[in-house]
């Protein structure tokens, strides 16, 4: 099995890209169970946080070269198939992570490249170690930057450096990927996996419905004016108190004592 998917007592769906051999590059399957995973996690109220890693010295080396249709072009290629694959393919998880109701964090272990490097830009909480290496190849391949990096990017890092990445190939390496805005934290290599480990269980045991409405708020930011924006934020806190939630946290605010919210 090339991904493993797990959901444990503390509420987080744990996705593992197990094929260390390839630089766990995504094949076809990997990348239709990572969907999969995704969607079903967003309708299983059990969990309440995902959380993405991968195995070996590297977290992912984008897709697995035979699993694309750039393999094939050349005389006769149907540049049709490249869009629609991208459609069906890389773009829906990174669609479905970015657009998922409830928080993410990526265990960034090593090296990311393109895809890969998107797979956990696209979460909420990314954690990198000293060796972790996010990496662009797009332009010495002659391609266009993909799996939603155009727009994911710019978002995190800015237009000036984003283009730099793309256009000009440049990695980022260890607590630079902090520095420079790709990445949450930092830690030691040991470290890696508990560290974001523990904030996912943090945030699964939060109130899960309005942490995925403020997520939706603020992802939405940048295409949204503040007439929408405020309008949209409402309608999301009418949501939110209706919520079970929110009456444990001011019960809990009332009493003095921690909240022990439910995710409802």
């Not at 830690?187 to 942490?211: F, H, K, M, N, Y």
Request: glycine share 10%; net charge negative; with cysteine.
């Amino acid at each position: 099995m090339t991904v493993r998917v797990e959901t444990g007592p503390d509420h987080v769906c744990r996705i593992t890209l197990d094929r260390p051999e390839a630089k766990n590059a995504l094949s076809i399957e990997m990348r239709d169970t990572i969907v999969s995973a995704v969607r079903a996690a967003r309708q299983d109220d059990d969990v309440r946080a995902l959380l993405i890693t991968g195995t070996g010295d590297a977290f992912c080396a984008g897709m697995d070269l035979t699993a694309s249709t750039v393999s094939e072009a050349g005389q006769g290629f149907v540049t049709r198939r490249t869009s629609e694959a991208l459609r069906v393919g890389v773009q829906s998880f990174i669609r479905e992570l970015w657009e998922l109701d409830k928080p993410t964090v990526a265990a960034v272990n090593g090296t990311a490249v393109g895809p890969g490097a998107h797979l956990a830009l696209a979460c909420d909480f990314v954690f990198v170690q000293p060796r972790t290496r996010f990496l662009w190849s797009f332009a010495k391949w002659g391609l266009v930057v993909d799996a939603g990096g155009a727009y994911l990017l710019p978002r995190l890092v800015g237009l000036p450096r984003a283009k730099r990445m793309v256009m000009l190939g440049e990695g980022v390496t260890g607590a630079d990927a902090v520095a420079e805005g790709l990445a949450y934290k930092c830690v030691e290599a040991d470290d890696l996996l508990a560290e974001a480990g523990a904030l996912a269980a943090q945030l699964a045991g939060g109130p899960t419905r309005s942490i995925g409405l403020s997520k939706q708020l603020l992802n939405a930011s940048f295409e949204t004016d503040l007439a929408h924006s405020l309008d949209l934020e409402g309608a999301f806190q009418s949501l939110a108190t209706t919520s079970a939630d929110l009456q444990e946290g001011m019960a809990a605010f009332k009493e003095k004592r921690p909240p022990n919210f439910t995710g409802r």
